[in-house]
């Protein structure tokens, strides 16, 4: 069934999800890249890895991309598992909220994918469905599938679905990567059983008014990113995150928690408003601002507006 030699490679975008107040419903595309090669070999699992977590990732069947790959086969009916040779290069840094694990998901469904016969192939929907189940909802691998903001949600079926929605071209996202991890896990136990209603109504309006400062109106991204439903309950699990993005909401930037965090996500309105943000985060990061000693990764970003992008090598590679 499998062609040895048959050879493709995916680039797919790192992601952040939540977005301020969208908590499990918004997730936007950052242009910052895992690639991904993967060839048939006649048998056996082969992995060449570079860069974030390459040091640390299982070299085995544990692999999540490869894990990502069997669940897509077997979504398919393909029980067979064949030969295969890894080559990642990874870029998006792993535990700290900038859907690490979500584009190795995405990788590996599309690879797959890509390597199945023709009439075997599954389209869009059903891949969005594998990769969802992998990472247990959308937030991160939508965005990761189709590029710019995506609303997801869950159908009454148990289905997910999810509208991708395009960004307003002044939007410039900017990433503070601290050096220390939050586990997913931890930061989502932190969260409370029920909120009040109050919360509940002004992280709707804040969500709705989301949607419009992402692809109309980037002025409004301050107010529109107020969150009450997950960030300040997280906080005691990354108290320097928790003040850097105070330090900037007080000077007026739009600062939130990328995902589950670490990582502290600005979204500005403008390369003025980016530069100023920038000045900003120089300054609140400089050594001696903390009470511990942490340091931090600035990266001005973009928002990837078209997705992962595959390609199938013609050429034949034995393995």
Do not use: C
């Not at 975008?13 to 890249?33: E, W």
């Not at 060839?39 to 990732?57: D, I, M, R």
């Not at 295969?84 to 590996?108: K, Q």
């Not at 997910?160 to 896990?185: L, N």
């Amino acid at each position: 069934m499998f062609e040895i030699g048959r050879r493709v490679s995916v680039s797919v975008p790192g992601s952040t999800g939540n977005v301020g107040p969208g908590y499990d419903s918004l997730g936007l595309a950052l242009g910052h890249y895992d690639d991904l090669a993967v060839t048939v070999l006649a048998s056996g699992l082969e992995f060449e890895l570079h860069g974030e977590g390459a040091e640390s990732v299982p070299r085995d069947a544990d692999h999540l991309v490869v894990r990502a790959m069997r669940a897509t086969f077997r979504a398919a009916g393909v029980d067979e598992l064949p030969g295969l040779r890894l080559e990642a290069t990874n870029r998006i840094p792993h535990g700290r909220g900038m859907g690490s694990s979500a584009s190795a998901a995405v990788a590996g469904v599309l690879a797959a994918n890509a390597l199945l016969p023709a009439e075997r192939a599954l389209d869009d929907e059903r891949l969005l469905q594998v990769a969802a189940a992998m990472e247990g909802h959308p937030d991160n691998v939508a965005p990761s599938l189709y590029g710019g903001l995506v609303i997801s949600w869950e159908d009454a079926d148990g289905g997910w679905r999810s509208a991708p929605v395009p960004v307003h071209e002044d939007v410039v996202p900017i990433v503070a990567i601290p050096d220390f991890e939050v586990p997913t896990s931890l930061a989502r136990s932190l969260l409370p059983a029920q909120v009040p209603h109050h919360d509940a109504a002004v992280n709707a309006g804040r969500t709705a008014l989301l949607v419009e400062a992402m692809t109309r109106r980037p002025e409004l991204l301050l107010p529109a990113t107020e969150d009450r439903l997950h960030q300040p309950y997280r906080a005691a699990a990354m108290p320097p995150s928790a003040r850097l993005m105070g330090g900037l909401r007080r000077r007026g930037f739009a600062a939130m928690i990328s995902g589950a965090g670490p990582t502290v996500l600005v979204l500005a309105a403008g390369e003025a408003e980016a530069d100023g943000a920038e000045r900003a985060l120089a300054e609140l990061t400089r050594p001696g601002q903390d009470d511990r000693a942490v340091s931090w990764r600035v990266l001005r970003l973009r928002v990837d507006g078209q997705g992962a992008k595959l390609e199938q090598h013609p050429q034949q590679i034995q393995g």
